[in-house]
């Protein structure tokens, strides 16, 4: 088996080492093509404007300069044109990718974009406790539970175009309680603020700064269920057509 990886926090990132450990328990055939510095929130963003300066590491390893998808579309157009690979992992992500996160998320694109290719893609990211740590982020769970949480999703079928997302609980909640395969949770939007401050010049400048995240609602949410411990697989798919709305549309136009 073949396996691509990738992630949004760049190349040099720990949670790509961690993701290469993880795979190397699932083959000896692994090939790296990530972007060359982070691009967390960069989205299934591409680089149309400029071109994509690529770093050869070896005959497997591969920086690019540019988005999580920009990483993976070069990956399967050039690097693996002639060998494309059996699965794509993207991750590990320094962070969760939960709920709406998912719209946002670098790592989840990589993914996206190999299951647009109509290859097995799975997102995998370790969420950490309620303060931010800085670089100091535990990937245990991670590393504990990445092999047991991905050789049974080797094993089944999945639909066309579809990928799965992954997640493991922060260490402060505790030791890992099992895998639970659940849906994709929904934050309230509020969260989002700025921090506003003034340059040397004069000028005020703005900071994304979310705000705190309110305690998930009780269920069996990616939201709810990493808070209490659980690793989340959560499948995803890329047909975002609100499919029970098309019917009452045509009949409002007649």
Not at 135 to 145: H, I, N, P, Q, T
Request: charged residues 20%; glycine residues 10%.
């Amino acid at each position: 088996m073949r396996i691509l990886l990738s992630n949004d926090d760049g190349y040099h990132a720990p949670g790509l080492a961690v993701l290469e450990r993880i795979a190397a328990q699932l083959s000896d055939d692994v090939w790296v093509c990530a972007p060359a510095d982070e691009q967390s929130g960069t989205g299934r963003s591409l680089s149309l404007t400029k071109p994509l300066r690529v770093r050869r590491f070896d005959a497997r390893r591969y920086a690019v300069g540019g988005t999580p998808t920009d990483a993976v579309m070069f990956a399967l157009a050039e690097v693996m044109r002639e060998t494309p690979p059996d699965l794509i992992l993207s991750g590990v992500n320094r962070g969760g990718n939960l709920a709406e996160d998912v719209m946002y998320s670098g790592t989840v694109a990589a993914a996206m974009e190999g299951a647009l290719a109509g290859i097995r893609s799975i997102a995998l990211s370790q969420k950490y406790g309620a303060l931010a740590p800085g670089e100091d982020v535990s990937f245990a769970a991670a590393e504990a539970w990445g092999e047991r949480v991905l050789r049974p999703l080797l094993d089944t079928d999945w639909a066309p175009r579809s990928m799965v997302n992954v997640n493991f609980p922060a260490p402060d909640v505790g030791p890992v309680r099992g895998i639970r395969i659940v849906p994709q949770g929904l934050r309230d939007y509020g969260r989002a603020r700025f921090e506003t401050r003034t340059d040397p010049r004069g000028h005020d400048y703005h900071w994304l700064a979310l705000g705190k995240v309110a305690v998930a609602a009780p269920g069996e949410s990616d939201l709810a269920s990493v808070a209490e411990g659980w690793i989340t697989v959560t499948p995803l798919q890329l047909d975002l057509t609100r499919h029970a709305s098309l019917e009452p549309l045509a009949r409002a136009y007649g």
